[in-house]
């Protein structure tokens, strides 16, 4: 991995000097601006809102980095922006994506702790997924050698959260025990990886029964998303969990506060029982919302149970806590150079293929995260119905069932 920071390196600085030399070829007459490929969000709604088209590439302000991007992150909270599920999103078009890797191309004016060349990833407030980014220093950290491009960008917001959930909120320690949902992606991976860093942390793991075979090895108790998992964890845990981490909501989370024993705590960080179809629909919020336990602090207080939330991309991008996700970045980082923990990539896709990829996580068919590469050719299949675009990268509609009847198959990794 060593030589392939090299090779990048090395690739990045002749792009660096040609386009000095010859920087006049790069740029576009109408608009005097170098471009680039991304993933375009014209508008909130279905798969066919999206598409890959070229923009003017953007120049490191002042204390930025601008990164040449290799690989992008791609989460279930995508589909909620996709949507416009989430709170307060940008006005579309927009470029979806909150985390990638890379390499450093260049500094803003004050810049520091970096140079041209570096092997890096980094948190993005959206724009993640295209070939250029700029974003703030304080997101952006230094690779380890060994580990690739596409690991990079499984491992930032997984492991920052999973870390932050079980140390920061939930005071992980010995002997505990800890139920997680959505157990065979990213999040749930990483959290399980965690927690075998501590001795004797019993892991309670729920996931579809197609992913058990798979993910058997990485906790202590596997149960179906479908059967009726709190019998069956008070058959071990007579007393209930001292965590749960859901990502689910709705139904859940009275499962999960009834799970927890005195001194618990519960965390919900994600709703995606929010998205059960490819639109967003208001029958399905509201019978999510109307299924959410509605808590009682009185209650809380009566059996000494703890609720809490938690957004990584909150906690960065809107609260200021770069200092602190910054320390937990360096104990990860320790963590995977001692070989205790390493993301879990699911497959690797095109940019042309984010229809396809955003459908193997809404179907939950993922193992591990999904990533963009963004080097990666697409298919024949791609290139004729994933990028015809106008100058103007104004999308023409098509079907929303489209897409069904095409075989997609990603590159596992």
């Known amino acids: 991995m060593a030589k392939e920071g090299a090779d990048m390196t090395e690739e990045t600085e002749f792009m660096i000097d040609k386009n000095v030399g010859k920087g006049l070829e790069n740029v576009e007459s109408s608009g005097n601006a170098k471009e680039m490929r991304a993933v375009i969000l014209a508008g909130f709604g279905g798969l066919n809102k999206l598409k890959v088209t070229k923009k003017a590439m953007p120049e490191p302000q002042d204390g930025e980095v601008k990164i040449r991007v290799k690989a992008c992150g791609l989460n279930f909270l995508d589909l909620m922006v996709r949507q416009g599920t989430v709170d307060n999103p940008p006005k579309p078009p927009l470029v979806p994506g909150f985390e990638c890797s890379g390499i450093v191309e260049s500094l ?25 980014v700029c974003t703030p220093v304080d997101f952006v950290y230094k690779m380890p050698d060994e580990m690739t491009f596409a690991e990079a960008a499984a491992f930032s917001l997984n492991f920052v959260a999973a870390y932050m959930m079980l140390f920061e909120v939930a005071s992980l320690r010995e002997g505990m025990s800890v139920l997680v949902h959505s157990a065979g992606g990213g999040v749930g991976q990483a959290v399980a990886q965690l927690c075998s860093t501590v001795p004797n942390v019993t892991v309670f793991g729920i996931a579809s029964c197609f992913k058990h075979a798979a993910i058997r090895d990485s906790v202590t108790h ?22 749960v981490l859901d990502c689910l909501c709705g139904e859940n989370t009275g499962k999960g506060l009834s799970l927890l024993k005195p001194l618990g705590t519960y965390i919900l960080y994600g709703a995606s029982n929010m998205v059960t179809g490819e639109t967003k629909s208001f029958f399905s919020f509201a019978k999510s919302w109307w299924q959410v336990e509605k808590v009682n ?16 991309l909150n906690l960065l991008f809107k609260q200021g806590r770069c200092s602190l996700v910054k320390s937990v970045m360096d104990k990860l980082l320790c963590l995977y150079e001692q070989k205790k923990i390493k993301p879990v990539v699911d497959s690797l896709w095109a940019l042309e293929e984010v229809k396809e990829a955003m459908q193997r996580i809404h179907d939950r068919g993922n193992i591990g995260k999904l990533i963009l590469d963004v080097e990666k050719s697409p298919t024949p299949l791609m290139a004729s119905d994933s990028t015809e675009t106008s100058e103007a990268g104004e999308e023409e509609e098509e079907p929303e069932g489209d897409n069904d009847s095409k075989e997609r198959m990603p590159f596992i990794h």
């Not at 004050?110 to 070939?131: L, P």
């Not at 596997?222 to 965590?243: A, M, S």
């Not at 602090?297 to 990584?312: D, Q, R, T």
């Open 108 to 132: 803003g004016e004050s810049t520091k702790g970096f140079e041209i060349g570096d092997r890096v990833m980094a948190f993005v407030n959206y724009n993640a997924w295209a070939e250029v």
């Open 297 to 312: 602090p009185i209650k809380l207080y009566e059996e000494n149970k703890v609720i809490a939330g938690f957004s990584l």
């Open 222 to 243: 596997l149960f179906d998303r479908n059967v009726d998992y709190i019998q069956e964890v008070k058959k071990i845990c007579p007393e209930g969990v001292d965590v």
